[in-house]
């Protein structure tokens, strides 16, 4: 028999080193199902290999090439879940991460003041559907991550010259969303993580300098074109802590909808609003955070996952002893 593991389901190696020392560092086995790579098989009528199971599937795989990772990803979380196996982040998360719609129905129906919103289904329909948007505002992909298609619109005019031009991204199943623009009260939003449904910090992200990609990940990290040292973005926020008021309805809203590691985002507006807008269940932690942060989020996944698969263990045992 197999040993029990802990298996990632990703699609993006490029991220996985943190993972891989953290969970090395906690001495808790992992083991990488690397949905980038194709060929894979599965004997539907076969029981999976025992351990725990994480989908970090991203919403954004099809611009790594990775065009079907989604649905890959779906089929077998599918038959994983048929099994009984123990998924984290499993295949009712995986909907949500490719779906802003989706997130934005969650937030909305748990009381989150979630940015006004309209998804237009295919290209025909922008147009029309902005007008109901007093200028700025921005569009999205609904299924996005690192900020695909995110653009903010002064005017009208300038939106529609855009979409009639070929500059103009076709999302990749086919949904824009129009979402009003939040002008922010200092030039900064808040990402706060969970890992096993609970708080493990609050990130600061300065968006001084106008961009709307804010992948984490040293991977991401873009070089500065003048060739000096690039502004680093991102800070620990202190201040959001556990005992936050918000930090609770986050974690009373992951528990209700079974989600057990994510990223959070949210905008304190000029006006005084507190707008939650992205929930990122594929999560990636920046280098910098992580050094000057008492906890860790790759080491926290590690312990949250070692120990389901102690438990899992134990369970099996029992299982042993009795048969
Ligand atoms: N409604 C909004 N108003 C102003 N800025 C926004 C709004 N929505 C997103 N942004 C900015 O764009 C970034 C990317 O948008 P987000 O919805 O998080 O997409 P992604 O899933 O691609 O990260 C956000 O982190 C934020 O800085
Ligand atoms: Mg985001």
Known sequence: ??????????????????????????????????????GSTVDLG???????????????????????????????????????????????????????????????????????????????????????????FITKHNQGGKGLGVRRFDTHADFDAHVASDDFEEPVDGITLIQEYLAAREPFITRAEFVGGRFVYAVRVDTSAGSFELCPADACAVPDPSGGDAVEPFALRPKINADHPLVRRYEALLAEAGIEIAGIEFIETADGRTVTYDVNTNTNYNPDVEAVSPVSGPRSIARFLGGLLAEHEDAADTVFQRA
């Open 1 to 38: 028999m197999t040993t029990p593991t802990v298996y990632v389901i990703h699609e993006n190696a490029d991220w996985m080193p943190p993972f891989r020392a953290a969970f090395e560092a906690e001495g808790v086995p992992l083991t990488e199902i690397d949905l980038g790579e194709t």
């Open 46 to 136: 076969s029981e999976p290999a025992p351990g725990i199971y994480w989908s970090r599937m991203s919403a954004s795989a099809h611009t790594r090439g990775h065009v079907h990772a989604k649905e890959d990803t779906r089929a077998l979380l599918r038959w994983l879940e048929s099994w009984g196996e123990r998924v984290v982040n499993g295949s009712s998360v995986l909907e949500l991460e490719v779906s802003k719609v989706a997130q934005h129905g969650l937030l909305r129906s748990h009381g989150f003041d979630v940015p006004r919103t309209t998804a237009v289904l295919g290209r025909d329909g922008l147009v029309e559907a902005a007008r109901a948007f007093e200028p700025p």
